[in-house]
């Protein structure tokens, strides 16, 4: 076999993009959260099967539970046989919360970098102030995102950004980008799949 | 028996193992698939079946005082043709994040290869069992039951850098009539890193082996190797990976083919709310003799699929998949390509 161009070109893709320096913790545990390698996959998916005994079996169930935050008792689906001292995983709404509290969590860090006017989690609803991005001076936006039910479903999940651009000196509106809307939810639903599969 | 007792203790500190502070945790996890296959192949009768496949698996884990976490687990599978209980590695994961896993452990080639994208179902186009071209970048990644594998801690030696090393040997037994994997060793590597807002991930792997022939009283040096590149921006992942390697296995008594072979995918994964779609190609291609013969005849497999994936709730997913592949056998054409539908729902719990 013909190892050597093959070695070559993966040392030239480190070099290419081994980049990796003067990064923070938060940074590292971020890109190993989307490391696309099988055994990556398998591991914090939280499924229970081993690869090494049927790779199909083990990989199906861990796209299954990636795709749809995790088993249907939660990560690691633990009916424990002992009882015991551990919780049951089942809990997914919050004590006294009637919506997801991983939506609503996703949400709030989703939206971190903007300053909150309102949030209400009994209601679900989070209104932030109005953001004006660095790069786009002339243009500032502001979010209400509605939060309803406790499932983790898309459904349950809506986006409205509003948006005003500045014309002699003065602030118009501007139409929303519906497009932006669905970026935003599907970023948030992402974020709370993660975050579910990470609390179990 | 008190005595007995004192000599445990002593062995146990002489040992300098930690001491076992509860019982260990007994879970039970599992998923099932249930939905209708429609095959179209090239020359036959189309068929419907309904694809029914269920497992279940008992873990068992601890955590001891000095931080480290045993844990095995079996499963009990009921797959139509396959029916059966199987039993996994015994897994030592330390506290620095670094794991071993002993006996019925896996290839190190085979936990680092980069996932492709590719449809989710049960769809399936049967091929013959003389076709030789691989389908998956794992086709060179043999393992024996009396084998180790050691995974290194995540950024080990550099950021963003994990490796894996697994070794197996076989039980010593007399040659069998078919080939048998002798001893395989394997070393792994994945990185990951960022390129602007795109995370990229670096997966491959080495393996060899060597395999029994009964026939020739020798023994045949397989090996393989894997790479591939996957990028993920934003809702979308897009992943290529190539394997290449040889195999060898029984075809019946006294018989063993050698197979050389490569497999190329490729596959786009976008992500849209509930909603997953995968499209997936594989060109796998596999020159197969009867062990030390020179024939140069390709066996090829040639493939297309797509599946889009709906959440239904939490551990439930619908999946309405298809695909479609072109096969040759020994360089000329044969009749068990053809297409094929899936739609059904899987459940994990």
Known sequence: MMFKPYIVLVTIIFLLFGCNKNLTEEEKKELWSKAQTTGEIINRSGTPFNSATDK?????????????????FGKKASLNLLGGEKESQQTSVGVGLPI????????????????????????????????????????????????????????????????QLLKNNQWVNSPSNNKDNISLENAILNKAKKLKLTSG | MKKELLM????????????????????????????????????????QNVIDLSNFNVSLSETTDGGTTISSSFEIVDEGAVDADDDNALKLTFTDGSALELLNAGSALGTHDVAIPGAAGEMGVAGTSANAAPTGLDFAAPATVLGVEWHSAADFMMDGLKLSASYGTDSGAAKAATSRVENAW????????????????????????????????????????????????????????????????????????????????????????????????????????????TSTATDSHDEMNASVTYAV???????IGYTNVDQSDEGASDDTGGSSWYIGATMSF
């Open chain 1, 56 to 72: 199909k079996r083990a990989m199906d169930d861990a796209q299954n539970r990636l795709i749809t935050g995790g088993g249907l």
């Open chain 1, 100 to 163: 997801n509290p991983f939506l609503w969590k996703a949400s709030i860090e989703t939206i971190s970098f903007m300053p909150l006017t309102s949030t209400d989690p009994f209601a679900g609803t989070i209104i932030t102030d109005w953001y004006t991005a660095e790069n786009s001076e002339g243009e500032r936006c502001k979010l209400n995102i509605f939060i309803n039910g406790a499932d983790m479903k898309t459904e349950n999940l809506k986006v409205l950004s509003f948006c």
């Open chain 2, 8 to 47: 445990a203790t002593a062995l146990v500190s002489t040992l300098g193992a930690a001491s076992v502070a509860q019982a260990v945790t007994a879970t039970m996890a599992g998923s099932m698939k249930i939905g209708a296959e429609f095959d179209s192949p090239e020359n036959g009768v189309d068929t």
């Open chain 2, 186 to 293: 394997g070393i792994g590597a994945t990185y990951v890193t960022s390129a602007g807002d795109t995370a990229l991930t670096i997966g491959g792997g080495l393996s060899g082996s060597e395999v029994a022939v009964l026939q020739t009283q020798s023994a045949a040096d397989d090996g393989g190797f894997t790479i591939g590149v996957s990028a993920v921006t934003g809702d979308l992942t897009v992943a290529v990976g190539y394997a290449d390697g040889d195999t060898t296995r029984g075809v019946g008594s006294n018989t063993n083919i050698q197979t050389d072979a490569d497999v190329l995918k490729a596959g786009i994964k976008y992500v849209s709310g509930d909603i997953t779609m995968n499209l997936g190609v594989v060109s796998g291609t596999g020159t197969d003799n009867i062990f030390g013969g």
């Open chain 2, 313 to 319: 709730a939490s551990g439930v997913s619908a999946i």
